[in-house]
Every structure is written in C-alpha cells, then in structure tokens.
C-alpha cells in the first residue's frame, strides 16, 4: 500500500508510470483515488486549524542570532551577537579562500566567536548556526572581510622596545612592523627605548697569564674582555724597616719589602740527619743554610675511608696514618666505645698476645655480651681432645665455642657475670644468670674458681662443677672412677660421681634421640634426659 502511494504522489497527474530508482512502480486508479481522498482530508483539517485560531496558520519565526556584529583587525576577528530563546548551542566556522575551516561547536552561554587564523589580504567569511531543541536554525553568514595591516600612526613617542632590539615609536609602530615583518615572533619586551646591550649573549672570554676577566665591559661595548691583572690592583705605599728594601718581584703587581741577602758568600755544608729526620729543601727561618726536618713535615697524607671494623691509626714509624682493625679489650668495651650493633669484633683483652674474632650481643639486657658458647641446629662436632676445647673451634655464625683460653683472658681481671639462655625442644625459653663468674690459667687446667650470685628460671647447674678443672675425653680431671668426658660425649668442668647437673658441650640431640646424659642438658630445667634445642652462654664486665 505505501509503495502504492509513494508512486502515486510520483505521479499525480495520473496515467502509468515508472518511476526512477523505484523499479516495478505501476500506480493503479484505485492508489491515485486513495491519494485525492488523504489530500481531501489535509485541506478539511488547515481549514479546521484556520477557523479554531480565526486566520490563517502563521509561518514559523525563522531561528538565528540576533543583532550580528562582526569587527575584525589585521590579526584577529570577533563576531558578535544577541543569543535566541531557546538556543541549546552553537556551530561556528571560519570560510578561508582554501574552504572551511573545521567545524567548531559553542556553549549555549556564547555570545561571541573570535578567531586568529587569518591573513593580511585574505578575504574570510564567519558562519554561525544557532541549535534549538529539534535541529539546527537557520545559518548567519557575515560580510567578507579582509585584514589589512595598519596604515597610520599617530606622532606621539612612547618607545616601545620589541624583543628584536629594535625601538619602536609607539605601539602602533610595533604592530605595523609585526603585522609587515617576517618575524613571526616579534613581541614587546618592554615599554621604553632597547638597552644597546639588549638580547647580547656574552660568553666569559679565556685569559692568558697575567690576565684576568675585567669586572665591567669596556666603553661601547656590551661584554666584560680580559685585562691585565696589575691594571687594577691597587698598591700599598710600603715604608720598609731598617734591613729591608722595596723590590720588584716577578709574577707580582706591588713591589714588597724584603731583607737585604745576609748570606751572599755563606759556604754551606750538607747536614748529617739521624733516623727520622732528612735534609731540608730550603734554609730555615733566619738561617742561611738547609738543615735536618722531621723526614714526615710536608707529607701530604691521603684521606682515608675506613671500612667498617677498621680504624683509622697512626702507625709508628710511619708519616701517615692507616685504616687498621679495630680492637677491643671485650665486648663491654666496645658498647662502651658506641658500637650499638650485635655481630663480629675483633677482641684483644689485657694481656692476649693477638686480638682474636667473637660475636657480641649488645641489645639483650642493655648489651655488652661477649658470646663464649652458641649451640643450636647448625650442629657441628663438640666432642674434641683439651687443645680443641683450649683454642675453640666452630662457626662464628652458628655453634661455636670461644676457648678457655680467650675465656680465661677476659676474666683474668676479675670476675664477669655470665647470662645462660636455654631453650626445650618445644621453644620454651629461660635464663640463668650468675654475679660472679671467673676461670683460672692453663696451669690449672682452667678451673672453675667462681660461680656465685645465681638468680633466674632455668635453674643453677653450675654450682656442682665449682673448683673443678675443665676434662675433655684426652684428659680425664673429674677425680672419679668414671670418665666424665667419655660418657656424656662432650667435655666440661666435670666433678665426681654425679659429673654435672649442665653439658652444654654434649652431643646435639634431636627429641628421637633422648637418653639419660647423652645430649646437651641444664638439668633444673628440663632434666638430664631431655636434650636443648639451644643454649648460649655469654659474659660481661660487671663495672663497665
């Protein structure tokens, strides 16, 4: 039926047709007869409207901007306008001689269009269309207009200095010359006639000897040049003492008081120097001849950047000094000496012929801690002859023993306290701490000569073992039938039937492997039985 229709109105003056683009379009009389009777009822509805509003139905305000106005100079140019009600934006284009620029879409608010991409004697038109709610209204096309560059200037000077260098007038001047010039970045630089110097770049000149860099340019010129350095030095009226004349000295600008020679004809001989000392390279002071110095006066020393655990010493016999290892008497010594940190020293107590290495805990109980003794899981084999148990022996970062000797070395001057940490198979930790701790010498065997002021939850199993010398499976000290040593696989201050109620030496046991004195025991804390998962011992000066 459309196709019908759509033919139809083709067609209306009646007949068949075919109608292009629209292939097979026979309109019949039944279509046409349809077409007159929707045409019959258009015309009764206008007359309905026309009689309903008493005249005829008016034509639709045309919607476009209103009051136009269009100004424009050689660089710019500005449309302006009145906005209509109902206006929901707009679309501006600028027409050029190569066509139209692209579209630009405007606010609802916009009440002007301003453009610089125009030419002095090009000719540019300006489209505005205002958008209502149902489309666009009708197109504002402005004038033709052309820009053109000034052409007169009024005669009043106010300077204008342009970043070219050049003093313009006035600002009309400056903008004819931007809107004719080829340089597209001429700009004001400031208000005023140009500084001679303006917008030169000096580069410091280079100076040869006896030469120096002028503090202000010469006249006529824009950039300070090099001049000789005595032309302007301003010289000091001398009055030389008695002894003393004025003279000229090379290199110099100002003459200088200076002696009269008193050793002209001096017969000078070449000094003997003992160790340490060499011959000078000039006359001292107030003598004529060179002498013995210091062979480490004008030693020019490096500067040194002693890595940590170093030192920087002065070394006899040399001029300058060294980065050595740092030493101390003991752990108390170092924390004393502001080492905060838990880990390696070197130590070297009263009376030990070579500094030696051990870990020291300066954060348990305010620090200080020489550490003599560590088992743990990292295991190791503990069960050694005497020398062993003298030297120590282990891993510093893991289990390890100090030595009795060290030991013994670091209480030699009196007594130490001792901190026993102790931990089960299960995690449970405790201490034991003791006042009063000392060892004697290798003569006795490093007995135990002090164990006193026990305080603490793991318990004191140390007081058994007091006076007894140290045994190891080569050197059986416990004075009983049993061999200590060999029977609780460690060695220790072992006494009598009992051995020890402690065998921080023992052999590392895991909890599979529990039996009686066999492991490594703190007997008030768990027995002898269970053995510990780990256990440190560590001393310190009390006094320090």
Not at 30 to 38: N, R, T
Not at 156 to 161: K, L, T, V
Not at 226 to 241: A, G, K, M
Not at 524 to 530: A, I, S, W
Request: net charge negative; glycine share 10%; charged share 20%.
């Amino acid at each position: 039926m459309k196709l019908l229709v759509l033919c139809a109105i083709l067609v209306y003056s009646g007949g068949l047709v075919k109608a292009d683009g629209l292939t097979g379009c026979e309109v019949t009389e039944a279509a046409i007869a349809e077409l007159e009777e929707l045409k019959t009822l258009v015309d009764q509805l206008t007359t309905l409207v026309e009689t309903i509003i008493g005249g005829p139905i008016p034509e639709p305000e045309p919607f476009v901007i209103i009051d136009p106005v269009l100004t424009f100079t050689w660089k710019e140019a500005k449309l302006t306008w009145t906005p209509p009600d109902g206006v929901i934006g707009y679309t501006a284009t600028l027409t050029t001689p190569e066509g139209d620029q692209p579209l630009v879409r405007l606010s609802p608010f916009a009440e002007s269009f301003t453009t610089t991409d125009i030419t002095v004697g090009e000719e540019y038109t300006i489209k505005i269309i205002p958008i209502k709610g149902d489309g666009p209204g009708e197109t504002f096309i402005s004038e033709v207009f052309v820009p053109v560059c000034p052409m007169i200037c009024t005669f009043d000077f106010r300077p204008q200095c342009g970043t070219d260098g050049i003093t313009y007038s006035n600002p009309c001047a400056l903008e004819i010359a931007q809107c004719e010039g080829s340089d597209e970045s001429l700009e004001l630089a400031y208000e005023g006639p140009c500084d001679p110097c303006f917008n030169v770049q000096c580069t410091p000149p280079e100076c040869s000897d006896g030469f120096v860099v002028g503090s202000t340019p010469p006249p006529g010129e824009c950039c300070v040049v090099c001049v000789d350095e005595c032309s302007v030095t301003v010289c000091p009226t001398l009055q030389c003492q008695p002894g003393f004349v004025e003279t000229d000295i090379e290199g110099e600008c100002c003459p200088e008081c200076v002696v009269e020679d008193p050793c002209f004809n001096v017969q000078c001989t070449p000094p003997q120097c003992p160790d340490g000392f060499v011959v000078g390279s000039t006359p001292p002071p107030g003598e004529c001849c060179v002498g013995c110095v210091d062979e480490c006066a004008g030693t020019v020393c490096p500067t040194l950047q002693c890595q940590p655990g170093f030192v920087e010493t002065n070394i006899e016999g040399e001029c300058c000094p060294e980065c050595v290892v740092e030493v101390f008497a003991d752990c108390s010594a170092a924390l004393t000496s502001g080492k905060i940190t838990s880990g390696k020293y070197m130590l070297q107590p009263a009376g030990a012929p070579a500094p030696f290495e051990a870990v020291c805990d300066m954060v348990t109980d305010g620090g200080g801690w020489t550490v003599i003794l560590v088992r743990d899981s990292t295991g190791g084999n503990f069960y050694r002859d005497m020398a062993d148990y003298v030297a120590g022996f282990g891993d510093l970062d893991g289990s390890h023993w100090l030595g009795l000797e060290n030991l013994y070395l670091l209480n030699k001057q009196g007594n130490v306290e001792m901190l026993v940490q102790v931990t089960d198979q299960s995690g449970v930790s405790d201490v034991a701490t003791y006042r009063n701790f000392r060892i004697n010498n290798a003569d006795t065997d490093y007995t135990l000569e002090t164990v006193s002021g026990f305080r603490g939850g793991a318990g004191n199993a140390l007081f058994y073992n007091k006076g007894a010398p140290f045994s190891a499976r080569d050197m059986d000290n416990d004075g009983s039938v049993r061999n200590c040593a060999e029977e609780l696989v460690g060695g220790w201050w072992y006494k009598g039937g009992m051995c020890s109620r402690s065998n921080p030496l023992g052999e590392y046991r895991t909890r599979t492997e529990f039996e009686v004195e066999k492991g490594i025991f703190w007997a008030p804390f768990r027995g002898k039985k269970h053995s510990l998962s780990n256990i440190s011992m560590k001393i310190r000066d009390p006094t320090a």
